[in-house]
Nanobody, 116 residues
């Protein structure tokens, strides 16, 4: 089992920045990819960014050039640096971890609101 604790969400004005963090605990030896998803009201959950154990990254087209995902394997933590935030980025952001055995774990979610 892997437990995930997220932090860093909040209210920010358009054009602003936020940094999300997600710390994993438990069976961290089993962690392969780490990622961030988001879900806006009335919409399905969507992938924002993913980073593999080898450091390969993948981004949704809507956030390319604005968001950066990174991970610190020593701290079992994944980060999402979000710059140039837009109102359409408003959503609950969820951290995810994929284990080598194919299981996916989710964080509790953190609200990001972009509004003036």
């Amino acid at each position: 089992q892997v437990q995930l604790v997220e932090s860093g969400g909040g209210l920010v004005q358009p054009g602003g920045s936020l940094r999300l963090s997600c710390a994993a605990s438990g069976s961290t030896f089993s962690i392969n990819a780490m990622g961030w998803y988001r879900q806006a009201p009335g919409k399905p959950r969507e992938l924002v960014a993913l980073i593999t154990s080898g450091g390969r990254t993948n981004y949704a087209d809507s956030v390319k050039g604005r968001f950066t995902i990174s991970r610190d394997n020593g701290k079992n933590t994944v980060y999402l640096q979000m710059n140039g935030l837009k109102p359409e980025d408003t959503a609950v952001y969820y951290c995810s971890v994929d284990s080598y055995s194919g299981l996916r774990y989710w964080g509790q979610g953190t609200q990001v609101t972009v509004s003036s």
